[in-house]
């Protein structure tokens, strides 16, 4: 975008002028330069329209006149009593040099923050994270500017090389923790497989299991409080857990490493999202923090570019307070699910044990019934009358031996009805039945 204008115009007296505008972009002001008509040789206004206004200086006439203004909205870049042929394209130089100086300004505060960085820098002897966040968060709203088209690019440039600039150094420094950080994990990682591989060979030894499971849990507690890289992380969780389960399984057999429940993979599920519920009203309330401090800061601040980049800013974090209380909601409503679930399974847990006692209890009613049953099945059999009863069927035929088997059908009838009779009172009673047994008991 050029900041130098040529334009033929006119003064007061109506005689025709050569108009020069230049603009300061750092000063928000204008030079006007005002040639007259007998000052203005062809070589002249052919200089000033290849040459100045592409920003080389050139030697103007003595008799010339020079006004400095203010650059404004409303206000005309030109003294009053002179215009140009072409209003249209003045108009419009106005409002880009007005962007041009605030994209200016702009990155003037850029470029101060960015040294601000770079004195921080220089302080630092170890990487750190808050700093490289910092960094990271500046550079991420420099390109939040340059997508809008807010920078020019030689001025996105230059914020550019030197943000990198800083990234080189800060990843030195990362580069240097890192190797003192893997030396540091490999000496914990050597620990802690040594003290592993110990503990597996008291369960190959057979020695109480008890002591071990304890060990193992305070060794657990000491593994998430040690820092490890990634992969000396996941290989000792590995071994951990192994030992675990190998511990339960010894101690509590196949059981212990059988299926779940519904109701317990519910729990589990239940006992996981209230964790992520607690993050989520954590993670909130920081936001609404930084948002009350954001709002505070654009009470107090100085200038209108400062008051609109935090209200941008004020903006986005009301955006994603409003984007994690959504989820959050979502989240307080699979609670609530989940909570009516478990309801629901201890519910129907309770039904299934008393149904299992019920059924154990008609269980045994049946067997003592039919235990005496056939002891006076047994008893019958040396019963002389019986005898005698079982001759005359055989005597008096097909009719008699009907007569009989009608009779014992209907005795059978009487004892089903009174076995059905026992179990209804049975399930209308049998919560207090064991109940008083257990009483009995102890």
């Known amino acids: 975008m050029r900041t130098r204008l040529v334009f033929w115009g006119k003064n007061e007296a109506d005689e025709k002028v050569l108009i020069g505008l230049n603009l300061n972009e750092n000063e928000s002001t204008i030079d006007v330069y005002i040639f007259p008509e007998s000052e203005i040789t062809e070589d002249f206004a052919s200089q000033m329209q290849d040459q100045w206004r592409s920003g080389k200086d050139i030697l103007f006439p003595e008799n010339h006149i020079t006004e400095q203004r203010t650059l404004g909205i409303t206000q005309s870049m030109l003294p009053d009593g002179y215009s140009v042929q072409r209003e249209d394209i003045l108009k419009r130089a106005q409002t880009e040099w007005h962007f041009v100086v605030l994209s200016s300004k702009l990155y003037r505060a850029y470029q101060n923050e960015l040294d601000d960085l770079k004195e921080k820098l220089q302080k630092l002897e170890q990487f750190d994270p808050g700093f490289w966040e910092e960094l990271k968060g500046f550079w991420s709203k420099v390109q939040t500017q340059v997508r809008e088209k807010n920078l020019f690019r030689d001025h996105a ?262 076995i059905k009779a026992i179990a209804f009172v049975l399930e209308e009673k049998v919560d207090q039945v064991i109940e008083d047994l257990r009483g009995e008991e102890e």
Do not use: C
Request: glycine share 4%; net charge positive; aromatic share 4%.
């Open 157 to 418: 440039n230059k914020i550019r090389k030197g943000t990198d600039e800083l990234f080189t150094e800060m990843k030195k420094l990362r580069k240097q923790l890192d190797a003192e950080f893997h030396e540091l994990s490999e000496k914990h990682f050597a620990h802690f497989k040594e003290q592993l591989e110990a503990i597996d060979k008291k369960v190959q030894d057979g020695l109480s299991l008890q002591p071990i499971f304890q060990e193992l849990k305070d060794l657990q507690k000491k593994f998430r409080d040690t820092k490890f890289t990634r992969d000396h992380r996941a290989q000792v969780w590995k071994k951990l857990d192994g030992l675990f389960k190998k511990v339960k399984k010894e101690k509590y057999g196949d059981e212990s490493t059988g299926r779940m429940s519904p109701l317990e993979r519910i729990k589990r599920r239940y006992d996981g999202l209230i964790n992520a519920i607690a993050k989520m009203e954590r993670s909130i309330g920081r936001d609404r923090k930084d948002l009350a401090f954001q709002k505070e800061r654009i009470e107090n601040t100085d200038g209108s570019l400062e008051a609109q980049l935090r209200a941008a800013k004020t903006k986005m974090i009301e955006e994603r307070v409003e984007s994690k209380g959504e989820k959050l909601e979502d989240m307080l409503r699979t609670r609530k699910q989940l909570e009516d679930k478990m309801e629901l399974l201890e519910a129907r847990e309770k039904e299934r044990a008393a149904r299992e006692e019920i059924k154990k209890a008609k269980a045994d009613i049946k067997d003592k019934i039919a235990q005496d049953i056939k002891k006076a099945e047994e008893e019958r059999s040396h019963d002389p009358d019986i005898q005698k009863a079982a001759e005359a069927l055989l005597d008096d035929g097909k009719k008699k031996a009907g007569q009989i088997v009608e009779s014992i059908e209907e005795g059978l009838e009487d004892v089903v009805d009174t």
